[in-house]
T-cell receptor
């Protein structure tokens, strides 16, 4: 596709449930990023993939959060035992990576944990 | 970690006015991007500008890396320019992750 796509656009779940958020990057982009944006704040980095491997997961808040990118394209962010504090907009971005790192963002998934 | 500060936090202008948004960062950076987040939440790329000056229509940006700041200029504002403007930096080559400022909320009234 022309841009980064994310599904679902909205997700409402109950505390304690498991959720998966999907990101489809721009074709040909080897680098993929997940960020989280809380109301009134700038996005905060969660994890970065170069190809299939997680090159930097230093932003993941705890071990309930996990992300995969098994074929080096689509990525899934997985959150176990969701908590109300996980409610936020989860943004995905992609870039050519390495030396040229202009990042392009998807529309985000708004996660609400009741 | 690196600190990114944007000013002003809020700006309200009439259509047709000009504005300057500022981004200060606390350490040297490899890259800097400006984004516009529209009312629907989409982050739109404005400039990829680690140094120097770029222009795109009514918008222009200047980054003075040695003095650790960047400026975004918007001329002849339109109501569609409303939204939140973010500056984001990549700390060093290979860091990859962007560190965002808190944003400037711009409101353009007709």
């Amino acid at each position: 596709g022309a841009g980064v796509s994310q599904t679902p656009s909205n997700k409402v779940t109950e505390k304690g449930k498991y959720v998966e958020l999907r990101c489809d990057p721009i074709s040909g982009h080897t680098a993929l990023y997940w960020y989280r944006q809380s109301l009134g704040q700038g996005p905060e980095f969660l994890i970065y993939f170069q190809g299939t491997g997680a090159a930097d997961d230093s932003g993941l808040p705890n071990d309930r959060f996990f992300a995969v990118r098994p074929e080096g394209s689509v990525s899934t962010l997985k959150i176990q035992r969701t908590e109300r504090g996980d409610s936020a907009v989860y943004l995905c971005a992609s870039s050519l990576g390495l030396l040229y790192n202009e990042q392009f963002f998807g529309p985000g998934t708004r996660l609400t944990v009741l | 970690g690196i600190q990114v500060e944007q000013s002003p936090p809020d700006l309200i202008l009439q259509e047709g006015a000009n504005s300057t948004l500022r981004c200060n960062f606390s350490d040297s950076v490899n890259n800097l991007q400006w984004f516009h987040q529209n009312p629907w939440g989409q982050l739109i790329n404005l400039f990829y500008i680690p140094s120097g000056t770029k222009q795109n229509g009514r918008l222009s940006a200047t980054t003075v890396a040695t003095e650790r700041y960047s400026l975004l200029y918007i001329s002849s504002s339109q109501t569609t320019d409303s939204g939140v403007y973010f500056c984001a930096v990549e700390r060093y080559q290979g860091a990859q992750k962007l560190v965002f400022g808190q944003g400037t909320r711009l409101t353009i009234n007709p």
